[in-house]
């Protein structure tokens, strides 16, 4: 008999093994991937560490979460600046004043730079936005709008702006300063030699079964541990009985090229809506690698269906009912937690999903 059984060995689930196996309690992990690691699994490829789901930067203004995750691997001091092609055209992000000098040939100051985006922005402002063109033209103005918003997240999300509600491009940052760091927080990094390493101390001296979908067995599971901490999709948990909640699913094609430097920066953003792919990671530039060739992934968003790889939750009105509904079910189950951004449906980050699973495991622990 186990204390826990940890089914889904990505950041969430090997928190949760790390500390409740050095608390003294069995822990069994269950990973249906052919990998330990979930999303944040990286893997080498010509001596380059490829983020296999997806570039992962980690980033957080906690401290505390900032020491914790520095005590499983060394991190670099490599910053997030993505670069926005649109067209024949190549604009820093997040929106600053470089993005605004090189849009605008006359703008040179923040003070012009605020002028023009108010004159802009004047133009299409609606009082109360209702969707998300409306809150960008409200945020922005029309050009920006236009060149670097629209047909990003349009192929990201399926849908047009004007059907999509307006939160998610709240957090876009702007700024009147010369600085294009994505992120505003105080601790930035990659962990030198990737993250699989992470996981692979977390889960040092655990039992894992890999190649293992807890539902090829679920009642034989149920029966052999105190407690299942389930990091999958929570609707699938309960057999979509009240349907399945939406998520968006991403695609990969990844291709070695034989040269040096492919695009002279680790993410490079198409803003146009008729490049079909929403980015181009190359890898080497995470960690400022000096190989021979490079690795770069293009990434297409789509429309997940059932079967497909849950990626993003779709955090709206109708999913967040539906997600209520398989909360309340879960919590009749008192001996399964569901935790992580599947179990959750939840747009977590990586600091985020650290904060959740320490605040788990010190309730499994201490009550
Ligand atoms: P996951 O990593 O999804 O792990 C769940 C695991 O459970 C998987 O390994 C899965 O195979 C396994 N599993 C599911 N069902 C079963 C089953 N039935 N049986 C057995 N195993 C099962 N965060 C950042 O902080 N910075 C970033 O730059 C960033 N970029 C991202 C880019 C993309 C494209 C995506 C998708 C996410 C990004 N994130 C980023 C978020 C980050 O990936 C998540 O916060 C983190 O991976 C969530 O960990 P998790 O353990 O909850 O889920
Ligand atoms: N976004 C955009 N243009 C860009 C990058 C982002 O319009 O070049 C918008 C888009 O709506 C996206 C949102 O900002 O869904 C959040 O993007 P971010 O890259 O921060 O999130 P991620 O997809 O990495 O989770």
Known sequence: MYDYIIVGSGLYGAICAYELNKAGKKCL???????????????EIEGINVHKYGAHIFHTSDKSIWQYINQFAEFNNYINCPVARYKNECYNLPFNMNTFTKLWPDVFTPEEAQ????????????????NLEEQAINLVGKTIYEKLIKGYTEKQWGKPCT???AFIIKRLPVRFIFDNNYFNDKYQGIPEGGYTKIIEKMLSG???KLNCDFFDDKEKWLKSAKKIIYTGAIDKFYDYVYGALEYRSVRFETEVLDTPNYQGNAVINYTAYDVPYTRIIEHKHFE???????????????TWKLGDEPYYPVNDAKNAELYEKYKALSEKDANVVFGGRLGQ?????MHNIIKVALEQVEKELNG
Do not use: A, C, M, W
């Open 29 to 43: 992990v269950l990973e249906k991937r052919p990998h330990i690691g979930g999303n944040v699994y990286t893997e």
């Open 115 to 130: 002028k023009r985006i108010e004159e802009e922005r004047k133009e299409g402002y609606v009082e109360t936005p209702s």
């Open 163 to 165: 059907e999509l509600p």
């Open 206 to 208: 655990i039992e894992v």
């Open 288 to 302: 400022f690698g000096k190989q021979e060739k490079t690795v770069i992934s293009r990434e297409y968003s789509s």
């Open 345 to 349: 449906y939840k747009y977590y980050d």
